[in-house]
């Protein structure tokens, strides 16, 4: 089974600065990667799929790069409503499936 | 609207059964991969299951593999997970996801999520 590692697991960061998170797999999974936002309480949120296109409706300030086994989420000018947990995904076959252990943004 | 609603979450006995159901509305829903995804309380994110468009493919997490079942009614636009031999691992909150469409859907990452339905397994 592939593996995906982030870091750091937790991220502490005020409202306007820049972020990045990392994401790395344990085997080239070309391209299929998910990235994920969630709120306490709520459903995970799609921001960005094929490890750089944005879903839609997903604020510009959010980007994501990276092909084979390294990614990244970058959010440019962090805003109050994007403290939350963030995961990668790994996508490379329907037969299985992966999620990172998460992100936690807090408010510094 | 977009939409998927979970359902059949509850508080279960260890070893008991639960039958959880997500309907979906708003889209072509014999056109997608439908998942399942659970969420233990305070954890991390775990794919559990995948069932293809017609239902002719389904694919599990390991520690599922034998004990659950997902299935899908395509006239009804639900999708399913039987969930058997239940064990305290399995105490989440359960998610169902649209998870693309055709051979290279898994391309397009999970796009639609139900609010999840929480299952409890006491001992």
């Known amino acids: 089974d592939i593996q995906l590692t982030q870091s750091p697991s937790f991220l502490s960061a005020s409202v306007g600065d820049r972020v990045t998170i990392s994401c790395r797999a344990s085997?080239?999974?070309?391209?299929?990667l998910a990235w994920y936002q969630q709120k306490p309480g709520k459903a995970p949120k799609l921001l960005v799929y094929a490890a750089s296109t944005l879903q839609s409706g997903v604020p510009s300030r959010f980007s994501g790069s990276g092909s084979g086994t390294e990614f990244t989420l970058t959010i440019s000018s962090l805003q109050p409503e994007d403290f939350a947990t963030y995961y990668c995904q790994q996508l490379n076959s329907y037969a299985s499936i992966t999620f990172g252990q998460g992100t936690r943004l807090e408010i510094k | 609207e977009v939409q998927l609603v979970e359902s059949g979450g509850g508080l279960v006995q260890r070893g008991g059964s639960l039958r959880l159901s997500c309907a979906a509305s708003?889209?072509?829903?014999?056109?997608?991969?439908m998942s399942w995804v659970r969420q233990a309380p305070g954890k991390g994110l775990e794919w559990v299951a995948n069932?293809?468009?017609?239902?002719?493919?389904?694919y599990y997490v390991d520690s599922v593999k034998g004990r659950f079942t997902i299935s899908r009614d395509n006239a009804e636009k639900s999708v399913y997970l039987q969930m058997n031999s239940l064990r305290g691992e399995d105490t989440a909150v359960y998610y169902c996801?649209?998870?693309?469409?055709?051979?290279?859907?898994?391309?397009?990452?999970?796009?639609?999520w139900g609010q999840g339905t929480t299952v409890t397994v006491s001992s």
């Open positions: 069932i293809k468009e017609d239902g002719s493919e389904k």
């Open positions: 996801a649209r998870c693309g469409s055709g051979t290279y859907g898994n391309y397009y990452g999970m796009d639609v």
């Open positions: 708003g889209f072509t829903f014999r056109s997608y991969w």
């Open positions: 085997q080239v999974i070309s391209n299929y």
